[in-house]
C-alpha cells in the first residue's frame, strides 16, 4: 500500500554529551521515510528544501526508494535549520538556532502520481498546513496519522484541534498529552484526546517506551535498554515511520497489528539513537531488525503458571 509522508526536510546541528556535529540531514520527513522504507515500497515524500540542500543527500533518499517527486527546491531559498545541544539526561535540551527559512511559506503541492494514497503520515509542522494537507486529497486515504508538539498547543490551539477532528491517529509524548487534555493521568487524558477526533492515540515516553490506545483498550509496548545513545533527535520521527510503514506494508490497521508495529517502531527507533542523525538508519539489514525485533519480544515475554 502507498505511504504518503508530508513534512520537514531541514539541516540539524547537534551537541549531546557524546560529541557534536556540523550541518547533517534532519527534518521529520526525512526520518519517517528512511525508516518506512525497510516496510513499504511505495513511500512518496512532499517536503520543500533550499538550494544549498545537496544533490547527495537527496539522492541518498532515493536510494532508500522514497518518491522525491514532491520534494521542492527552492533555487534561492534556504533549508531549514534547527540547532540543539542535549543535557546530561539526554532528556532534555536548549534549542540553540531555529531558522524556518523555506519552510515559513511551505505550500504542500500533492503530485497527481501521490493521489489515491492509502496512508497518510503528517509529519510535525504548522496545523493549517497539515489540515490542507488533507483538503488536496482527491480520496481519503484509509489511515491518516498526525503528529505534533506543544508549540502548536500554545500558539494555535484551534487549528490544531480542526485537523484533529480529520485525523485517525495522533502521535504526542506525555507532557504534551498531559498539555492538550488538561489531564494528568494518561488514561484521562487519552479519552479527552480521543473525544476530540482521533479514534487511536499513541503517546510516546521516550526511554520508557510508548502508550497506544483505542476505545476502551491499551497497549504499552516497552523501550528496549540500550548501552549507548548517542542522538535522540529523530527518535519520535523514526518510530513514527516504522509504525506507519508495517501498516502500509501489512494494509492491516486492525488494534492488533498496530500492537505489532508499534513494536516495529520501537525497533527502528532503538537504532536511530545509536549514531548521530541519520547515520544508523542508511545502512540496516532485514537480519538487524528482526533481531531486533525479538529483542522486544524477549524482554516482555513471560508465562505465569
Known sequence: MSLLTVGSVAFDALETPFGKTDKIIGGAATYITLAASYFTKQNNLVAVVGGDFPKEMIDLLEEHGVNTNGLEIVQDGKTFFWSGKYHEDMNTRDTLITELNVMEHFDPIIPDSYQGTEFLMLGNTVPATQKLVIERLAKRPKLIMLDTMNLWMNIALDDLKSVLALVDLLTINDEEARLLSGEY????????????GPKTLI????????????????????????????????????????????????????????KRAIIYGSAMASFCVEKFGTERLVNLSQEEINSRVQEFVNLSSFEIQ
Open 203 to 258: 503517546i510516546k515516553k521516550g526511554e520508557h517506551g510508548a502508550l497506544l490506545f483505542q476505545d476502551d483498550r491499551i497497549f504499552f509496548a516497552p523501550a528496549l535498554p540500550l548501552e549507548e545513545v548517542f542522538d535522540p533527535t529523530g527518535a519520535g520521527d523514526t518510530f513514527a515511520g516504522g509504525f506507519i510503514g508495517y501498516l502500509a506494508a501489512t494494509d492491516d490497521i486492525s488494534f492488533e497489528n498496530m
Open 185 to 196: 493521568s494518561l488514561r484521562k487524558a487519552a479519552k479527552k484526546i480521543m473525544a476530540m
